[in-house]
């Protein structure tokens, strides 16, 4: 086919009656209701908090202050230390996030291909998937070290299975019939397994991804309470050890705001994928 | 007219971890070049099993399918399916649902194939759509979208299993008036497997009556319904009569099971 295909012209939303103009605003006062509501939850949450510790209702020694914290991470940010501690947790989570994500589809694909090794494979992929991974952690230190690699593995483990049986769950709920037509046509694995298992699996690689987001998150954040010299799980021990709860709670806002950065930049991928 | 298919005792075993069912017994039929044969039977007497053999989905246990005269091969591309619901993969465009079969064989005249695909589209108003998704297609539109991807390798016999049964009844009758008159239109033999006697009538030159499990033929009926379209066909005069019949049929073949 040389020429372009001609895109059917769809008409934007636009309102055809008083009726559906108001039908439309309502939904755009509902949008923005609901965004000052949640703005304003945080912000009276922030306001409590804060007020609770002034007055004392609340000893700051233990569960700090919003204005506590903000002076700690302009302190921290002064000295520079902070960017060292949140680049590493960064790093340690993608590469864990990315060696899982693709690693644990790898072996689903594997797994799909070759039914009988997932029959055999079955018990042991369940039993890995049930076991509580941080008993793994002094064998995890053992073997790889105390640095950087041992934290990554721990991230690793912990969304590594999960991603391999969700996306094995997609691969094998496909569509029977649609395989069947596939085969009519007399394609064989490879192209069936490009051209429709894995297209058809797209929305659970996007949840898997998802998921996977808070699950590197975790396992990061587990791997440095267990063994690190750095990052913003280091910090956490580390600033609760010493009873600084003003840097624990830092750190851990910190973390809120770089795992929600990353379910976006996820959001904005499955954004891009629907269009 | 000459034959196209044959079935000549044909049987065909399913294989369990319980039993062995036997799907087909001694099965027999002809179809004729650019005949539209229609089958009916009990549900689960192996409507589906048989169209999955022409196919070549399934291998028989024993007798002789020919196309031609010779017996069938496994990958022959003179064959094209239509399955129940369209089955249309949503990711893909119009244009790839359509030329997903041009795709996968990669045959030596695909540029011709795709010149096919793109005439059968205009032809059967669909071209404006052809970089739309499946989802902005209605119910009736897709299914000339599968139609038209069945046709695009210029099968001789086409295969309808069910096509129209997820569609609601008024769609359905329009549905089976446009897939008839591109049939027709193109020439083409073809074997619709039905669960409804009406559709069947409406439709065919003949109807193949199956008995339930292990299916054989227990009926043929040859057809010479007035009327150019399915829709017209139903206001023929011996439609009534022919519907009961072959419902007689099918009723003591379920009294009997």
Known sequence: ?275 | MSKLLSFKDVNFFYQTKAEEIQALKDLSFDIDYQEFASIVGPSGCGKTTILSLIAGLLEKSSGEILLDGKPIQKNDSRIGYMFQRDQLFEWRTIWQNVTLSIEISKPKNADQKKELAKELLKKYDLYDFISSKPRALSGGMRQRVALIRTLVMEPSLLLLDEPFSALDFQTRLNVCDDVYGIIKNEKKTAILVTHDISEALSMSNKVIVLSSRPASVKHVQILNLNGETPLSRREAPNFGELFDLIWKTLTNEKETC
Not at chain 1, 70 to 83: C, D, R
Not at chain 1, 140 to 167: K, P
Not at chain 1, 218 to 230: H, R
């Open chain 1, 1 to 275: 086919m040389k020429k372009k295909p001609v895109k059917p012209k769809i008409s934007r939303v636009a309102p055809y009656s008083s009726a559906h103009k108001k039908y439309l605003q309502k939904q755009r006062n509902d949008k923005i209701f609901v965004l000052i509501m949640q703005i304003m939850l945080l912000v009276l949450a922030i306001g409590l908090w804060e007020l609770l510790a002034v007055t004392n209702v609340v000893d700051p020694f233990f569960v700090s202050s919003p204005s506590r914290i903000f002076k700690m991470f302009v302190s921290l940010v002064a000295s520079g230390t902070i960017w060292k501690h949140v680049g590493i947790t960064l790093l340690e989570t993608i590469i864990g996030f990315l060696i899982a994500t693709f690693g644990g589809t790898l072996i689903a694909i594997l797994l799909w291909w070759n039914q009988k090794l997932r029959r055999i494979l079955e018990p042991y992929i369940v039993v890995l998937n049930s076991l509580p991974k941080i008993a793994l952690g002094p064998i995890i230190i053992l073997w790889f070290g105390s640095g950087m690699s041992a934290i990554v593995v721990m991230c690793i483990l912990i969304t590594i299975v999960l991603t391999t049986i969700s996306m094995l769950n997609a691969f094998n709920s496909c569509d029977a019939d649609k395989i069947q037509l596939l085969k009519s046509m007399h394609a064989n694995k490879f192209q069936i397994f490009w051209k429709l298992i894995l297209p058809n699996a797209t929305d659970e690689f996007i949840s898997v991804l998802k998921i996977n987001v808070g699950m590197s998150w975790v396992g990061t954040i587990m791997g440095e309470y267990l063994s690190s010299s750095a990052g913003l799980g280091f910090l956490i021990v580390y600033g609760s050890q010493i009873f600084k709860i003003d840097l624990v709670m830092t750190s851990t806002v910190l973390l809120c705001l770089l795992a929600a950065l990353m379910y976006m930049a996820v959001c904005l991928i499955e954004k891009i994928h629907s269009r």
